[in-house]
């Protein structure tokens, strides 16, 4: 098989969240511990550091990489969802996975999961462990897929957990309160391992601190030590980015105290070097100067409430310096978000250009027009994100500030082309 087949096979065989949504979701960690059992438990043979929440996983998981590499470590990072390619997945000092591993890794084993007909996620989360362990990295980042309690990473043991922050998300499978949602976020707390919680509201507060109080594990609160800790340089930009910051530096100061690492440098310069130690891509990413071109993958109604503010601050700046600079949003969306709630939000001064993302999860870009009339934002539709971006493109003055968003497979199929 090559590359492309093996990908295909993946995609095709097993249940994809990211291409079919509910259908491919699987409650439960049975599969995941047979896969685990067969391949030796290779999860158990490096340490492990736990990420949890509704936004800002990401951001986090691929910073606390970048620090632990700063610090000398040979470090695993698992994440999704990918943007251009499978190999983003599953890195090792921010080096995708080998191609031909993954490759093999199928045609060796797949006589054995077939029968067990495990969803995409609980495979890739097989191979992932197993690759780290075969690469002897010292550490891992594992990013959650979803929820936390009944992911399929959740068999790890790690030397901290952390939970970035809860919002209304994924509300089919993890519940229709904030209350709900954190009992299943707060599933990744362990026995006497402290956990980090980055933001917390008053319905999610009572339910981290319940949990940790039968776990025993100590809790520690990055929202209350605001301002404890400074930072000369963060290469991640955007607003949302300076609440993530407090919860990185609140869990490497945990690490510290952990005795993971001592060096404060590594916090510097990890914090300073995310995206190239790491490969990072779309987080309020820079692609033009001229005109400014930012492409983000704020997915959700709690990432909006951060982007929309910020793109027309970052508008109003460049409207200032001059009068005839237009705004520019190329946007889709996935049918599993508040598309309603987060239109309320968006500029109505923007031009819009309407897109329909390459997986079957897009909402239709005749609904997206429609939905968005009703908020009273204007544009033209087109029928995929290279063609509006396209367009967007050839339409923008040098002053203009074009914006790119709504969902990461948007950003994904922007960076697929660009």
Known sequence: MTYSETLEYLYTSTPVFERVGASAYKEGLENTIALDNHFG???????????????????????????LQSAGYRVGLYTSPHLVDFSERIRVNGEPINQQYVIDFVEENKEFFEPLYPSFFELVTAMAFRYFAEKHVDIAVVEVGLGGRLDCTNIISPVLSVITN??????GFLGDTLEKIAGEKAGIIKQNTPVVIGEYLPETLPVFQKK??????????????????????????GAC??????????????????????????????????????????????????????????????????????????????????????????????????????????????????????????????????????????????????????????????????????????????????
């Open 41 to 67: 438990n290779p999860h158990r043979l490096f340490k492990t550091i736990h990420v949890a929440g509704t936004n800002g996983k990401g951001s986090t998981s691929h910073t606390l990489a970048a620090i």
């Open 166 to 171: 809860i919002s209304f998300d994924h509300t």
């Open 212 to 237: 940790a109080e039968e776990m025993n594990a100590p809790l520690i609160l990055a929202q209350d030590r605001v301002g404890q800790y400074s930072l000369p340089e963060f290469q991640l930009k």
């Open 241 to 418: 980015q300076e609440r993530n910051l407090q919860t990185i530096l609140t869990a490497a100061n945990e690490l510290v105290r952990l005795g993971v690492f001592s060096d404060d440098e590594a916090i510097v310069k990890g914090c300073a070097n995310v995206c190239s130690l790491t490969g990072l891509r779309g987080r309020w990413e820079a692609l033009s100067k001229s005109p400014l071109t930012i492409c983000d993958t704020g997915h959700n109604l709690a990432g909006w409430e951060y982007l929309a503010p910020h793109i027309s601050n970052v508008f109003e700046q460049k409207k200032g310096e001059n009068a005839e600079a237009q705004l520019r949003i190329v946007f889709g969306m996935v049918d599993d978000k508040d598309i309603n709630s987060v239109l309320q939000l968006m500029p109505k001064e923007a031009h819009y250009y309407f897109c329909q993302a390459s997986t079957h999860r897009a909402i239709p870009v005749e609904k997206v027009v429609a939905l968005a009339s009703e908020h009273g934002l204007v544009g033209e539709s087109f029928s995929s994100v290279a063609e509006a971006y396209a367009k967007a493109k050839a339409d923008a003055k040098a002053e203009d500030f074009i914006f790119i968003g709504g969902s990461s497979y948007v950003v994904a199929d922007l960076l697929c082309d660009f």
